[in-house]
Antibody, heavy 120, light 106 residues
Framework: EVQLLESGGGLVHPGGSLRLSCAAS????????MTWVRQAPGKGLEWVSAFSGDGGSTYYADSVKGRFTISRDNSNNTLYLQMNSLRAEDTAVYYC?????????????WGQGTLVTVSS | DIQMTQFPSTLSASVGDSVTITCRASESISNWLAWYQQKPGKAPNLLIYKASTLESGVPSRFSGSGSGTEFTLTISSLQPDDFATYYC????????FGQGTKVKIK
């Protein structure tokens, strides 16, 4: 059974940093691209970042480019999102999701999400 | 950037009704479109990909159609479990979601 478990969310001051983790199980992690999607309170879904399965490519939404860094540890089946220079508008539930293959098209499995709150 | 516009934003219907949600892309995305269902407090769930291919385990009352810039999600004979918010997503160029359509009980 595919499982994705996010952690690392919490309350952080504007300008601060946070690192999210997503522990994956139930599939061959290194064979799949992975992605982060966020949802601000009461709002819709926003794609944030993706990492190809072969480790060769990373992608970022313009809203986070230069501030967020996606990475993965295939030996520990874990996806990360390092978030720096956080802003109030980054407040959201952050979901980790598995892409449908080595290249990322659609997202077939999702974690339960972790809440990030940026506030003074 | 490709923009995705969904309508209506809210839809009221009764159990047994057939409902259709429309999603329009700002430029052609061929059939690189997915649909997701999200219930309050839960993660989204993949329903359809490649515009019309039903994900395994998804009931056949869900169907998708369209290509280019105009797409639809149809739920025939709404069930109580179907009252939720639905999102379209393009994956032709990066990834963009529509703003969502909430299906409410009339």
């Amino acid at each position: 059974e595919v499982q994705l478990l996010e952690s690392g969310g919490g309350l952080v001051h504007p300008g601060g940093s946070l690192r999210l983790s997503c522990a994956a199980s139930g599939f061959t992690f290194s064979s799949y691209a992975m992605t982060w999607v966020r949802q601000a309170p009461g709002k819709g879904l926003e794609w944030v970042s993706a990492f190809s399965g072969d480790g060769g490519s990373t992608y970022y939404a313009d809203s986070v480019k230069g501030r967020f860094t996606i990475s993965r540890d295939n030996s520990n089946n874990t996806l990360y999102l390092q978030m720096n220079s956080l802003r109030a508008e980054d407040t959201a539930v952050y979901y980790c999701a598995r892409c449908n293959g080595d290249d990322c098209y659609f997202f077939d499995y999702w974690g339960q999400g972790t809440l990030v709150t940026v506030s003074s | 950037d490709i923009q995705m516009t969904q309508f209506p934003s809210t839809l009221s219907a009764s159990v047994g009704d057939s409902v259709t949600i429309t999603c329009r892309a700002s430029e052609s995305i061929s059939n690189w479109l997915a649909w997701y269902q999200q219930k309050p407090g839960k993660a989204p769930n993949l329903l359809i990909y490649k515009a019309s291919t039903l994900e395994s385990g998804v009931p056949s009352r869900f169907s998708g159609s369209g290509s280019g810039t105009e797409f639809t999600l149809t739920i025939s004979s709404l069930q109580p479990d179907d009252f939720a918010t639905y999102y379209c997503q393009q994956y032709n160029s990066y990834w963009t979601f529509g703003q969502g359509t909430k299906v409410k009980i009339k």
